[in-house]
C-alpha cells in the first residue's frame, strides 16, 4: 500500500495486456512498430497496399525504407466493396483492412495470406464485430478514431512476441 495525505492507493498485480499486444498513441505508431518488428523476423523489401488508404497508412513503410505498391479497392456493380490483388512480390508484407465496419464484403476472405512474407490487417473499422477474427499475423486498431480520446491504439502479433527493442520514429 501506498500512503499519500488524504488518499490511500494500492497497486494490484493486474495483467491487462496479453504477452503478444502493444499499447500506442497512434494507429499509426502501431504500424510503425509492426513493421520494425517483421523486419527483425523476416526481409520485406515492398508493402501492397489498398489503392483506397491515407498517407499515415503510407508513411511509417517510406520511413522503414520499404517499396510500397497499390491493389485495387472498388466498388462492384453490386455497390459492395471489392478488391483486387495481384500475385505477391519475393519479400513483400501485405496490408489488409475493411472499410466502414463492412466486413466480409471485400472478398479478403479468398486471399491466401500466407502467400506474402508478412501480412496486416488493419482493424480499426471492424473491432467491433464480434465473431471476426483475422487470419493476419499482425493486427492493430486505431481507437481513438471511435473516442473522443487524445490517442489509443492496440497492435496484436499473431505468433510470437513483440521485439522488446523497437524504436518508434
Not at 513503410?61 to 519475393?90: K, T
Request: glycine share 4%.
Amino acid at each position: 500500500m501506498i500512503n499519500e495525505i488524504g488518499s490511500e492507493f494500492w497497486k494490484e498485480n493486474k495483467k491487462y495486456l496479453n504477452e503478444n499486444e502493444r499499447l500506442f498513441l497512434s494507429g499509426r505508431t502501431a504500424l510503425d512498430a509492426i513493421i520494425k518488428d517483421s523486419k527483425k523476423e523476416h526481409i520485406i523489401k515492398s508493402a501492397l497496399l489498398p489503392s483506397y488508404c491515407c498517407h499515415t497508412m503510407i508513411e511509417p513503410f517510406m520511413r522503414n525504407n520499404i517499396d510500397v505498391r497499390f491493389y485495387d479497392v472498388f466498388l462492384n456493380d453490386n455497390g459492395e466493396i471489392c478488391v483486387e490483388i495481384p500475385s505477391p512480390r519475393d519479400n513483400e508484407l501485405l496490408y489488409i483492412m475493411s472499410y466502414f465496419g463492412i466486413v466480409g464484403t471485400h472478398q479478403m476472405g479468398e486471399t491466401n495470406y500466407n502467400l506474402w512474407e508478412v501480412s496486416v490487417e488493419d482493424r480499426t473499422h471492424s473491432c467491433f464485430h464480434n465473431n471476426y477474427k483475422s487470419s493476419a499475423d499482425y493486427e492493430y486498431t486505431s481507437y481513438r478514431k471511435w473516442f473522443a480520446i487524445d490517442g489509443f491504439s492496440l497492435a496484436t502479433k499473431k505468433r510470437g512476441t513483440f521485439s522488446d527493442k523497437i524504436e518508434i520514429n
